[in-house]
């Protein structure tokens, strides 16, 4: 058997072991697969019951209660819903923007406001530390915060009162704080050697060595703004700058105050057949959408950036 040959049978030989050892690693690790599979079917059963219940009509969810197919798909929620498509647009318009807006703004501010207080060798870092710890521990309370918000910041009927009370998060700072903490300062050192400003170790080192804790914030901070609606009830009178969540928590809330306060025998024949449970479920659908479309651009930074910056420090 000349070279090549011999060659061409370690070469098959080599293949058909990874084989056998890549299917042996299936068969061993077939019941991890088995519990994921399952665990994962459990994770999206409410979402498919969400979903299932707002195709349903009210007589059949009152009738058989909740399940996983409808016996009759209705998209009588829906078209509630998107009865006044104008409003239901315009809230959702607002509630992009002030999400996108908010969440760099607010990014902005937390990784900025971290970076001092991350770096001993700042001036009075240990206050400045303080300062951040005692907003998380103590508040002025509702009333002060509306005062200040209205009366002396003028937040309200405005897009920013939508924004700027979010804009710093101690808990977030604190996060990132200390993955911040975590970089070596060796690579901080080296960086002023070579005649970086503070600013040019900021944006240049710190945060390219940061995406993990920073898409965790991201994700945190844009939940935050897309599901708010305190602010729009505190802040917002004109019904134009109501975010999406505000106004579909209007509607739900309507809905059933006309169902059990209504006696009058013509209203409450038209109550019964207007979905009200349906539009809860319809409504939940509405809102989730855009954050699962979100979700999987940042859940491979998701646990490394929780796990680190919370163990360093």
Sequence with gaps: ?????????????????????????????????????????????????????????????????????????????????????????????????????????????????????????????????????????????????????RNMLHLKDSIWALILPYAANAWNIFLVRNYYKGIPNEMVEAAKIDGYSEYGIFFKIIVPLSKPVLATITLFISLNYWNDWWLGIMLIDDTDLQPLQLMLRTITAN??????????????TVMQDLPSEAIKMATCMITIGPIILVYPFVQKYFVKGIMVGAVKG
């Design 1 to 149: 058997m000349n070279r090549s040959s011999q060659r061409a049978l370690q070469v098959g030989m080599a293949d058909s072991e990874k084989y056998v050892n890549h299917k042996n690693w299936h068969v061993e690790n077939l019941p991890y697969v088995i519990i994921l599979v399952g665990f994962s079917v459990l994770c999206i059963l409410p979402f498919w019951l969400v979903l299932a219940g707002s195709l349903t009509s009210e007589e059949e969810i009152v009738k058989y209660g909740y399940g996983l197919w409808p016996r009759h798909v209705s998209l009588t929620a829906y078209k509630v819903l998107f009865a006044n498509f104008g409003r239901i647009g315009n809230a959702y318009k607002i509630t992009i923007i002030v999400t996108v807006v908010g969440t760099a703004l607010s990014l902005a501010v937390t990784a900025m406001a971290a970076y001092p207080i991350s770096q001993e060798r700042v001036k009075y870092h240990a206050i400045l530390n303080f300062f951040v710890l005692f907003t998380m521990l103590f508040s002025g309370g509702m009333v002060p915060w509306f005062i200040v918000c």
């Design 255 to 268: 809905l059933q105050f006309l169902r059990n306060s209504s006696n009058a025998n013509a209203l409450s």
